[in-house]
């Protein structure tokens, strides 16, 4: 049973910074695996963020890339997203994001589509 949970989120002002964690358990049962992060704004569309893929190589959305780091130190380590330089225009709710497939190359909109996602945590930027 694979579970995830996100914490981090909050409110900043633009030009804040914030960092959110992801704990996932069970995902031991996978042999391989890609995470990441996607938000949803209000009234818009699941927006991938960022990604490891199963070579633990990052992808950025263009819109982050630069002000966002994803890292997961190892397999027992959260995921992490460092967000610098926030906007008004990153408000949403995250969602942290994993999948048991094997995929190399992802990109940042393959991320909404993995298989499992945590509750979310709300990010207001003003």
């Known amino acids: 049973h694979v579970q995830l949970v996100e914490s981090g989120g909050g409110s900043v002002q633009a030009g804040g910074s914030l960092t959110l964690s992801c704990t996932v358990s069970?995902?031991?049962?996978?042999?391989?695996?890609?995470m990441g992060w996607f938000r949803q704004a209000a009234g818009k569309e699941r927006e991938g963020v960022a990604g490891?893929?199963?070579?633990?190589?990052?992808t950025y959305a263009d819109s982050v890339r630069g002000r966002f780091t994803i890292s997961k130190d190892n397999d027992k380590k959260p995921l992490y997203l460092q967000m610098n330089n926030l906007q008004p225009e990153d408000t949403g709710v995250y969602y942290c994001?994993?999948?048991?497939?094997?995929?190399?190359?992802?990109?940042?909109?393959?991320?909404?589509?993995?298989?499992?996602r945590g509750q979310g945590t709300q990010v207001t930027v003003s």
């Open positions: 994001a994993i999948d048991g497939r094997y995929m190399k190359d992802i990109q940042p909109q393959d991320v909404p589509r993995f298989a499992y």
């Open positions: 490891l893929d199963s070579d633990s190589s990052p």
């Open positions: 069970g995902y031991t049962l996978f042999s391989t695996y890609c």
